[in-house]
């Protein structure tokens, strides 16, 4: 398929999300900034239950999640389980928090709390924690995109990437969260629509049934889904309890996933959309992992190579392999992804710069939506500069683990501050916050060194915890009843 075809679609994709940005902002005279933060709080549950699915899967699930079979089977499961529990932790304990305290940043919970300084430093982990991640993310997806679309063209890659930052920018500066709420249903649809239908194209490449496929996947090695060697990163108390705090943390405690929320009316709705996505989580992940198995199975049974990083097996079959139509559904996916995750991480970010950091609700009238329109700019422009520097910096790790490890330094010490806030009585020393979130991760870093050199100790997801608990200890310290 011809580089200009799979333009033409990608472009067909972006004038659809174009025209419901309008439809969700043309009554909205002002663009206010209500509507933009919170959606005038009028988002349906089902509707951001939906969409939320595509915004977690992003581009490297749909890259990454199929690949990791070829290097841990089926383990990352032990992960997806922890991630039921979690769910269930933010649903029943922190949501009720927000909605309590009307909150429009969570981080306004550590100003109540703590103090500015614990509100100031949760906000900028945040920003740093998602701005990283998010682009991370979207690296993978723009780098697929460049090099079947762009490249070809003669773009060069920095044109590559303003280009599709500035699409997303643009279906997003005016309404927010209340767009966002929208289109990342309409993401999530095309995004697991173009799941099944690859699943379909290579179980008839395998000329296999569904039920066959599960049966082989089941006989074979590549289905191991529990570790129990403790020595391993995939041990399973390790997998299955960072599980639950990677969702805590970053669903629970990142503005990006709770802004979502907190657009919904009442408590109870949202609970129901929390629950709701969660659930959905194990499956859908279920689902990709499968792919990457039958994948293996179809190189096996063709006498094909697979690519040595893992990242690259799933666009190396649906642009070369597999028919056509796979390559017209993997690249709708891929766009899906990419823009579901992106554009919601710039309306959080958005959110938190403008109201947690720079505290535009205490300008003038006049200046507000100026200024909040400005550090959407800004990000975006922070964005595109990101992405060029992990351009430059890629290696053959799977971009998913090192999504997961970076959010273990920067989310443990927004854990360890949210815990000592809620399950203890006594306020520390609200100038020490800022040193202790630094020093922390820190120390964490260290010693994951040292266990790693001298004692043959691999951390996986837990150095979470780990940070977490450094956090949680260091805050006691300087604390008082």
């Known amino acids: 398929m011809s580089p200009t075809t799979i333009l033409l679609i990608v472009c067909a994709y972006f004038a659809l999300l174009l025209f ?12 206010s900034n209500a509507a933009f933060f919170t959606g005038n709080r009028k988002s349906p549950w089902y509707i951001v239950a939906f969409g939320m699915i595509g915004t977690s899967i992003s581009g490297v699930t749909f890259v990454s999640v199929p690949g990791m079979v070829t290097v841990t089977a089926f383990q990352y499961l032990q992960t997806c389980l922890g991630f039921i529990f979690g769910y269930a ?50 690296f993978l997806a723009v780098s697929i995109l460049h090099y079947a679309i762009f490249q070809p063209l003669g773009v060069p890659f920095p044109l590559s990437v303003a280009l599709l930052i500035f699409a997303i920018w643009l279906y997003t500066f005016k309404s927010g969260i209340r767009t966002i709420v929208f289109t990342d249903a309409l993401q999530t649809f095309f995004l697991l629509l173009a799941l099944i239908l690859i699943l379909c194209s290579v ?31 995939m041990f399973f108390p390790k997998q299955f309890f960072s599980g639950i705090f990677i969702v805590v943390v970053m669903t629970g405690l990142d503005q990006d996933m709770m802004q979502k ?6 408590l109870k709705q949202s609970q129901k959309n929390m629950m709701t996505y969660g659930a959905a989580f194990l499956p859908v992940n279920l689902l990709f992992l499968s792919l990457g198995a039958l994948l293996v199975f179809l190189a096996q049974a063709k006498g094909i190579l697979l690519p040595d990083q893992p990242d690259h097996i799933l666009p190396f079959f649906a642009t070369q392999i597999l028919p056509p139509v796979v390559t017209v559904c993997f690249f709708i996916g891929i ?28 300008r003038p009238e006049r200046l507000r939506r100026p200024l909040r329109m400005f550090i959407h700019v800004a990000i ?3 964005f595109f500069l990101l992405i060029l520097a992990i351009h430059t910096l890629a290696d053959k790790t799977s971009i998913i683990d090192t999504i997961y490890r970076l959010a273990s330094y920067t989310y443990g010490p927004l854990l360890g501050l949210f815990a000592f806030g809620l399950y203890t009585k006594r306020r520390p020393r609200d100038t020490f916050i800022p040193v202790i979130a630094l ?32 956090t949680f200890s260091l805050l006691w310290s300087v604390s008082k009843k």
């Not at 419901?20 to 663009?31: H, K, M």
């Not at 929320?261 to 009442?266: D, H, K, P």
């Not at 823009?339 to 403008?354: I, K, W």
Request: hydrophobic fraction near 45%.
């Open 20 to 31: 419901i940005s309008f439809l969700t902002s043309r009554r909205q005279s002002d663009a």
């Open 89 to 138: 932790l933010v649903a029943f304990i922190l949501l009720p928090i927000y909605y309590r305290l009307r909150l429009i940043t969570i981080y306004g919970y550590l100003h109540r709390r703590f103090g500015t300084y614990a509100y100031r430093s949760g906000a900028t982990l945040f920003c740093i924690s998602k701005i990283t991640g998010a682009a991370a993310r979207l």
């Open 203 to 233: 179980l008839d490449a395998l000329d296999w049934s569904p039920l066959q496929a599960c049966q082989q996947i089941y006989d074979s090695t590549i289905s191991t889904t529990l570790n129990f060697s403790p020595a391993s990163p």
């Open 261 to 266: 929320n907190l657009s919904i009316a009442t």
């Open 335 to 362: 766009a899906a992804a990419a823009f579901s995750s992106a554009d919601s991480a710039l309306t959080s970010l958005t959110t938190s710069v403008s109201l947690d950091l720079i505290n535009i609700q205490n």
């Open 380 to 382: 975006t422009i922070v």
């Open 439 to 470: 020093f922390s991760p820190a120390f964490c870093g260290l010693i994951d060194y040292i266990c790693k050199v001298y004692f043959d100790y691999a951390f996986s997801y837990e150095l979470l915890i780990l940070n977490a608990l450094i």
